[in-house]
């Protein structure tokens, strides 16, 4: 683990005393019910860690996009799991009286992190509020922890600052990446090139092989002079010229195209139409990908190699049946991929899975992210 960068099992006694444990609590929901519930899950080692260190423990996270949604289902679904209490503000005029008046060991989850416009903003005075709940802060958020908010970076500036378990985790198995047994095949997908293209270039030197799916995909295919029809693409990428270039890095041989008002189909990617979309890897091209797989020493994937929200997976879940088939080390993350994982259910045949996706990638590409650069700067 980096250095410098304090474990709660560094902790001494924390009878009595109040530790604010920021952990990720954006799951996937249908209605008021949480689907699948992994990243919650995950946290829970932390939580019974310090409950048996007699700690109180004021758990916040946030959930959505929007600032009005609300927590309680997911405090109700973690509640199964360590038995933990809810209170359904962030600021409240009795709050800090209801913590000072918890038994050691018990845990209350606070509402929405983000319903106050000071946590994305990184107000000091947010912050500040936060902090003065508490006696130590413990982040567990790895995920989240490429974002500079308050709950983030600003808590550490003014309390003695600790990782969990699973953010411990996180950082063990994705470092294995950086130094790996090779051959290693880093496999990329999703809709974002951008954030894709600087991790691209730093395993060109790492990597024997770099599979791009997606919108990646559709990009390196026009630069290579590929007709894409009306596939999603990016505007200009800078670095997307050096990775079309590469002989390490491979792309779809076939692709499952669509053509408006007509069934989808499968064409080899040389033959695709200009008023065709492609909307996932071909089977060919997952045999392939299959077959360099179970050669491999080291698989690190992130995102999905088709479009995962209009119902185009068959690709993701081959690839994912074959990796769990092979005796293959595997590192995976991203939401879209991790969902079809488990929908599979063979997320426990992966080698780890991560909870992150934007914090993986900037993690593996810069070698830290802003939360741990807080912990490591925190006081003592």
Known sequence: MHKELRSIK?????????????????VAMK????????????IVPTIN????????IIIIGHIGRKPGTTLKPVADFLNRKTKVGFFPKIKHKDLAGIINDMKD???IVLENVRSNP??????????????????????????VSHRKHASIVGVPKLLPSYVGLLFEEEIKHLSIALHPKHPLILILGGAKTKIKIPLAKKFLAIADTIFLGGVAANDCLRARGYEVGQSMVSGP????????KSKKV???????????????????????APGECILDAGPQTIKELGALVARAKFVLWNGPLGNYEKGFDKGTAGLLTAIAKSKTQSVLGGGDTLAVAFRLKVHRKIGFVSTAGGA????????TLAGIEAIKKSRK
Do not use: W
């Not at 993986?360 to 070698?367: C, P």
């Open 10 to 26: 560094k902790l001494g006694n924390i009878k009595g005393k109040r530790v604010l444990l920021r952990v990720d609590l954006n």
């Open 31 to 42: 209605g008021k019910k949480v689907i699948g519930g992994y990243r919650v899950k995950q």
């Open 49 to 56: 860690y310090l409950k048996k260190k007699g700690a109180k």
């Open 105 to 107: 060991g018990m845990a």
């Open 118 to 143: 000071g946590e994305m903003e990184n107000d000091p005075a947010f912050a500040k509020c936060l902090a003065g709940l508490a006696d130590i802060y413990v982040n567990d958020a790895f995920s």
């Open 237 to 244: 990428v800078p670095g997307l010229g050096a990775l079309a």
């Open 250 to 272: 491979i792309l779809p041989v076939d692709v499952v195209v669509k053509r408006r008002g007509r069934a989808a189909m499968v064409k080899a990617v040389d033959d695709v």
């Open 360 to 367: 993986m990638l900037d993690f593996l590409a810069d070698g």
